[in-house]
């Protein structure tokens, strides 16, 4: 029996599995953007990432935060050039892996999106595109000021697919986050790589 069809739901994690990653590339353009030194920029970008996931700060207070720790002043237009930047380098989509979310939704499985991510990306997603009607479910850190491993997004997205742990498979990259669903029941694989992952679950 393939692996697919012993689940009735499928949780995908977004950066890292549905888009590609951000690149040395996509972080040394803000890093100039911002003139602070690459190294010290993406130390400060991560560093306070999870509250700006958690829509605890706005963007401009993201910004500033690390415009301040690095002892640069950002003004509101270089601001903004950093919130388009980074942005637009989480928006890179993998056709193939959004073409098996429909695949999986016309087979009758339920398909939720579960990803930390600031409100400025959720919303570009949201108004740019149309890969937010492609799932049953979105949960968003933002929107739940919760982010991955915290137990309480995981709950909300399994609330809103309808399904029990034990009949949900979560695909994300990172292994904390991994770690977090199968604390709670569900079945969840790291995800490496694209063939890797579609190979083993057809399977």
Same mark, same amino acid.
């Not at 982010?147 to 399994?158: N, R, S």
């Given at each position: ?25 996509? %972080?040394?353009?803000? #890093? ?6 690459? +190294?010290?920029? !993406?130390? &400060?970008?991560? /560093? ?19 415009? %301040?720790?690095?002892? #640069? ?6 601001? +903004?050039?950093? !919130?388009? &930047?980074?942005? /637009? ?115």
């Amino acid at each position: 029996m393939a692996l697919v069809s012993q689940f009735q739901a499928f949780i995908f994690d977004y950066g890292g599995v549905l888009a590609r990653h951000q690149t040395d590339a996509d %972080q040394a353009r803000m #890093a100039a953007a911002a003139g602070i030194a690459p +190294e010290r920029f !993406t130390e &400060l970008y991560w /560093a306070e990432r999870d509250d700006y996931d958690r829509d605890l700060i706005s963007g401009v207070e993201y910004w500033q935060r690390i415009g %301040q720790s690095a002892g #640069a002043s950002l003004s509101i237009r270089t601001i +903004e050039e950093l !919130t388009s &930047l980074d942005t /637009a380098s989480w928006m890179v989509f993998d056709a193939v892996m959004w073409d098996w979310v429909d695949q999986l939704r016309e087979a009758g499985k339920r398909v939720a999106l579960l990803s930390n991510m600031p409100r400025d990306l959720g919303e570009a997603i949201r108004t740019q595109t149309d890969k937010l009607d492609h799932f049953d479910q979105v949960t968003l850190s933002y929107a739940v000021r919760s982010i991955k491993p915290d137990p309480a997004i995981y709950e909300h997205c399994l609330e809103g697919l309808g399904t029990g742990p034990e009949q949900t498979l979560f695909l994300d990259d990172r292994i904390a986050n991994v770690q977090g669903a199968e604390l709670l029941g569900i079945r969840a694989f790291q995800f490496t790589s694209r063939d890797e992952m579609l190979l083993r679950l057809r399977a």
